[in-house]
Every structure is written in C-alpha cells, then in structure tokens.
C-alpha cells in the first residue's frame, strides 16, 4: 500500500511573476538640495549623466547578441528624510530638464515606498530576510543585527579596554572582512535607527538596497509582487507626495520596470552608500519563487544572469553633485 498525501493548495502561495526588462537605467536620484539648487542644477546633472546612460544602452545592447534590448529608465525622488515642494511642482521641472538633455524618464519612484508601500512594510519584511554571514572563527559575541541594527561584512575588531584588576587587556586585532582578497575592505552599515518613541529610521543604505530588490523584480509579499507601477493617468501631478502612487509609469510604451539587471548612475559621493548597499543585498535570503522565475526567464532568453543578487548589479559614478 502506498499512502496519499494531501496538501491544501491554498497553503502553498504562488509566488506572481513580474515583467522584465534586460536593464533598469537609473538616472539619478532628487534630494531636497537638489531641488534648492534649481533646475540649471538638474539640467547640468543630467548632461552628465546622458553619455553614461549611452553607454550603458550599448553594453546591454552588445549582451543581447544584436536583438533590441529591452531597457527602462527610472528616476529615485527622496520623500522620506525630507519632504520638499510637491509632485505638481517637482515632477514637471525634473521631466523638462532631463528632455533638455536628451533623456527621459520612464518611472519616477517615492523613496518613502521603500519603506512602505501600501500597507506593506517593506523595509520591514526585507529585514526579517537577512541572514548574516558568521565570520570564520567567530564565537557569536556580536549581538544580532535585529537587536543592534547594525550588518557587517566580516568581523569588527576588539574594542580596547581598561582591564579590571589583575586582569591582562585582550591585544588588538584589526577587523576581517569575510570574503576578503588578501586584504580586507572591511563596512560595518547602519541599516535603521529607533528615536526614544521606539519609531525605527531606516538608512538611506537600506532603502537602497529596496530599491534594488524592486528593480530586479524580486520583492514579494505573500507571493505578491511589491512596488507594482502605476501608470500616470491624471492631467496634471498631485500636490502632495502621500497622494502620488509609490512608484508611477510616466510612459505608457516603456519596457517592463523591473528587469535581469540594474545599473545606476550616480554622482560619485554615492560611492560609499552603494557599496553598503552590495554589503546588504549579500546577506538576504531572497524569495525563491521570485528568483526562479528570473532564472528561468533569462536562460530562455540566452540572458542568464549572475547568482549572486549583488552581481546583478552595476553602477558609472561621475564627477560633481
């Protein structure tokens, strides 16, 4: 005899696909000094970026073996740390000035739906997925990152301290990074801090790393795909950032949002936030579900991609602010 097994269908969510794109191009992000410098400011740093974003449509065109890739261009706007002006007023000048410059802007995404979107907690729901890395030969003395906030890649060096009586101090030993190359490059990142209301910050690393995940398609929530587009469909942009949706298609013929992989650029004082943010992506466990289908899909399309999530990812940093 052989037993049956029964299993609820519904027990088992089915993780929802997500349209790729072969690149997700971003163009930069918009803080609020950005905003203050005026729009010269922006033109002239989108002329910067434009032969750089060039460059990249070539690379992703060179890897596709001459078929048209399929690349989407997306734009970061910073409504979390500061919110400034509007969307009826931000909006229209960054569109006008990139055009200038010989872009366009695809996607516009809200930084604050990094943190949540809907009623998602996103931020949230990723960091219950890190899985940190222990470093060789540690014994567990660091306390977890879900207690301290804090992600290392590898193992910080002993703090010196006054000894007790008769007691001999424990000697220095420099930090290890884990995955080091002969010498170490060793980051230790904030992920979030708590203010005395218990209310939790999330780093700006952190939520870089979010957008990350949302542009390589692999966030989900129960299956569901998070950070969904929406397409712009008013006459004109709202005047506050709560009533515009987290992330807005601009363009109704553009490729697929998400994509294989991602390349951003950035100004170049970006350089250390990126690099906590490679430190971050290489210690989530990411929905398998979702990183299936990408493999599965890119083998099909003789695109495969890296398996690393971090690798997935490339950045051109440029002079200037």
Known sequence: MTEAVFRETAAEPRTQAVPLSHLSLELGHLYMEDFEAGPRHLRQRFERVRPWAEAARAAAAAETGGKRPRISTCFLVDDYFARFAGPAEVVPMLLEEAGRAGLDVDYLARESGCAVAGQVPVAEAVARRIVEEPPPGSYGLRPPTAQTGWLANGERGPVMRVPQAMKKAAAWSPPQETAARR????????????????????????LAAVWQLARL???????????VPQPHTLADFPGEWGELPE????????DPFAAYRTCSVLPNHFLAVEHAVRVILDQIEVDPGALA?????????????????????????????
């Open 183 to 206: 010498h170490s490059v060793f980051a230790d990142v904030e992920l979030w801090d708590e203010g005395p209301d218990g209310h939790r910050t999330w780093s700006c690393p952190f």
């Open 217 to 227: 398609g692999l966030l989900r929530n129960e299956g569901r795909a998070v950070l």
């Open 247 to 254: 992330l807005v298609r601009l363009n109704p013929r553009a």
């Open 293 to 321: 289908q990408a493999a599965d899909r890119s083998a099909q399309e003789d695109a495969a991609v890296p398996a690393s999530v971090a690798d997935r990812v490339s950045y051109v940093f440029h002079a200037g602010r």
